[in-house]
T-cell receptor, first 110, second 114 residues
Framework: AQTVTQSQPEMSVQEAETVTLSCTYD???????LFWYKQPPSRQMILVIR??????QNATENRFSVNFQKAAKSFSLKISDSQLGDAAMYFC???????FGKGTRLSVIA | DVKVTQSSRYLVKRTGEKVFLECVQD?????MFWYRQDPGLGLRLIYF???????EKGDIPEGYSVSREKKERFSLILESASTNQTSMYLC?????????????FGPGTRLLVL
């Protein structure tokens, strides 16, 4: 069965600094997709970034980028130039099996 | 923009009551999902639906049932609520059958069972 592990329950970062959230997963499938979702204190979860496993190039979305290492089954999220609005719970997710990690709570310190 | 709405943000029910949680999406999405979110456990899939009147069990279906009579509406039913069903319930939808497709989430319903 597929599993997704986020080993950091909580993280903090100074405003304007860079932070990396870790995610590892376990699967025997070769074709899959990985996502990072953000859940701000208002609770509506939104997509941050996604990565297709067959793509070698790491996905980027503005200040958000991933370090996807397929062999190591690692999918970390890097947030550059952190802003107060980045404070949220971040969930790593695997599809097609619809598995989410337990989340990392990110605090941003002004 | 995709909009997923849930009928209540907060709900308080008593043990043994039948509880209905409603979810509506306005973008003609094929897929709809129900998760529960608990601290330290992340999101766990309860049920999902790929089409009207179709449903599939997720990882924790026990104590729950679902109904999808119309494409835009997906209901989660707690036949006899118990205190261990106190949780945050999140509904989501996605456009089609592709695994790459993003899920869009509703704001959540925080259910307290006394």
């Amino acid at each position: 069965a597929q599993t997704v592990t986020q080993s950091q329950p909580e993280m903090s970062v100074q405003e304007a600094e860079t932070v990396t959230l870790s995610c590892t997963y376990d699967t025997s499938e070769s074709d899959y997709y990985l996502f990072w979702y953000k859940q701000p204190p208002s609770r509506q979860m939104i997509l941050v970034i996604r990565q297709e496993a067959y793509k070698q190039q790491n996905a980027t979305e503005n200040r958000f980028s991933v370090n996807f290492q397929k062999a190591a089954k690692s999918f970390s999220l890097k947030i550059s130039d952190s802003q107060l609005g980045d404070a949220a719970m971040y969930f790593c997710a695997y599809r097609p099996r619809l598995v989410f990690g337990k989340g990392t709570r990110l605090s941003v310190i002004a | 923009d995709v909009k997923v709405t849930q009928s209540s943000r907060y709900l308080v029910k008593r043990t043994g009551e039948k509880v209905f949680l409603e979810c509506v999406q306005d973008m003609d999405h094929e897929n709809m999902f129900w998760y529960r979110q608990d601290p330290g456990l992340g999101l766990r899939l309860i049920y999902f639906s790929y089409d009207v009147k179709m449903k599939e069990k997720g990882d924790i279906p026990e104590g729950y049932s679902v109904s999808r009579e119309k494409k835009e509406r997906f209901s989660l039913i707690l036949e006899s609520a118990s205190t261990n069903q106190t949780s945050m319930y999140l509904c989501a939808s996605s456009p089609g059958l592709g695994a790459v497709e993003t899920q869009y989430f509703g704001p959540g319903t925080r259910l307290l069972v006394l």
